[in-house]
């Protein structure tokens, strides 16, 4: 769960959709 934290700091500049699609593809 961490890991997402770190990435939201990354796509921060992301829109929400775009940092969910990425969120996923992490996961």
């Not at 961490?2 to 992301?14: A, T």
Request: charge should be positive.
């Amino acid at each position: 769960y961490y890991n997402n934290e770190r990435i939201s700091l990354k796509l921060k500049g992301l829109s929400p959709v775009e940092y969910r699609t990425q969120a996923l593809r992490a996961a």
